[in-house]
């Protein structure tokens, strides 16, 4: 089986009055190659007249986000011209590229109404060859994302990028990505094979496994070593994974702010862009 290398808990990192954890970078890990960043908002329960979601304009380039609605929703607008409200159980990919400015807030309904709140931003970065492409935006509710479901009903994965067991996933992507969001019933078994070539992503939301005979709690990230294919996962509690693996690009990494380049004049550059509108313009 392959080996556990390291098992990262989430720092916590309050955004306003926002729940966040972030299991990635930290002072223990910076990256899993091509898995730059993460965030965990939630679990929480907003009250009626909230303010919502706190991340109003801001710009991006150079890598790709994938947002994970588990409750709630987020209402995305970009200067791409894409907009949607995305609920429970939908999924957003957004490729920067070369750049764009987006908003991602919540729905007049929920900042109204209130309730549940837990939404994951995971960043993916894109190789050199792509850095520059030109944006793009998707945004499908959970009722267009396939699923496969295992052990005699006790396993939903929803497949979101890639492929899982034989199921294409709902996103076309630049890079070779595989997401996968895995929701376990206790006692559940899984069985997983990932090239050694490729890097795993396993970062377990909520519940309790054990993968490979270690014990991988709630808001851990695990990080592993690239000497076997196989994995084992056994649900000690209900569980949610968030699942992904990939070749890893090899390529320098300099990231400042919302920007994601391969060089530090790269990055200096897109400040420039930036404020000189050649990101987009943002209207209300």
């Known amino acids: 089986m392959r080996t556990i290398k390291k098992i990262h808990q989430a720092d916590y990192r309050p955004i306003a009055d926002l729940i966040t954890y972030s299991p990635m970078p930290t002072a223990s890990l910076q990256m899993i190659d091509p898995f730059i960043f993460l965030n965990h908002h939630g679990p929480q329960k907003y009250p009626p007249n909230n303010n919502g979601l706190p991340f109003g304009p801001h710009p991006h380039r150079g890598m790709e986000t994938v947002t994970f609605i588990l409750e709630g929703d987020i209402a995305h607008k970009d200067s791409?011209?894409?907009?949607?409200?995305?609920?429970?159980?939908?999924?957003?990919?957004?490729?920067?590229?070369?750049?764009?400015?987006?908003?991602?807030?919540?729905?007049?309904?929920?900042?109204?109404?209130?309730?549940?709140?837990?939404?994951?931003?995971?960043?993916?970065?894109?190789?050199?060859?792509f850095k520059m492409t030109e944006p793009r935006y998707k945004g499908l509710q959970e009722k267009d994302i396939p699923v496969v479901t295992l052990d005699s009903g006790n396993i939903t994965a929803q497949v979101?990028?890639?492929?899982?067991?034989?199921?294409?996933?709902?996103?076309?992507?630049?890079?070779?990505?595989?997401?996968?969001?895995?929701?376990?019933?206790?006692?559940?078994?899984?069985?997983?094979?990932?090239?050694?070539?490729?890097?795993?992503?396993?970062?377990v939301v909520s519940g309790e496994l054990k993968?490979?005979?270690?014990?991988?709690?709630?808001r851990h990230l695990?990080?592993?070593?690239?000497?076997?294919?196989?994995?084992?996962?056994?649900?000690?509690?209900?569980?949610?994974?968030?699942?992904?693996?990939?070749?890893?690009?090899?390529?320098?990494v300099v990231a400042r702010g919302p920007f994601v380049m391969n060089s530090m004049e790269e990055i200096n550059q897109a400040y420039i862009d930036y404020e000189a509108g050649k990101l987009g313009s943002w209207e209300e």
Request: hydrophobic share 35%.
């Open 80 to 129: 791409g011209g894409h907009k949607s409200v995305i609920d429970r159980g939908g999924v957003q990919w957004m490729t920067a590229g070369s750049g764009l400015i987006h908003a991602e807030v919540s729905s007049e309904e929920f900042k109204n109404d209130g309730g549940d709140l837990e939404i994951l931003q995971l960043w993916i970065n894109l190789p050199a060859k």
């Open 160 to 203: 979101i990028s890639g492929e899982f067991k034989g199921t294409k996933g709902a996103f076309d992507t630049l890079t070779d990505i595989h997401l996968t969001t895995i929701r376990f019933k206790k006692g559940s078994h899984l069985k997983l094979q990932v090239s050694g070539e490729e890097n795993i992503f396993f970062y």
């Open 222 to 252: 695990i990080e592993f070593d690239n000497d076997d294919e196989n994995l084992e996962i056994e649900a000690v509690e209900d569980s949610t994974l968030i699942f992904g693996h990939a070749k890893p690009f090899k390529e320098p």
């Open 211 to 218: 993968v490979n005979g270690e014990q991988a709690m709630y």
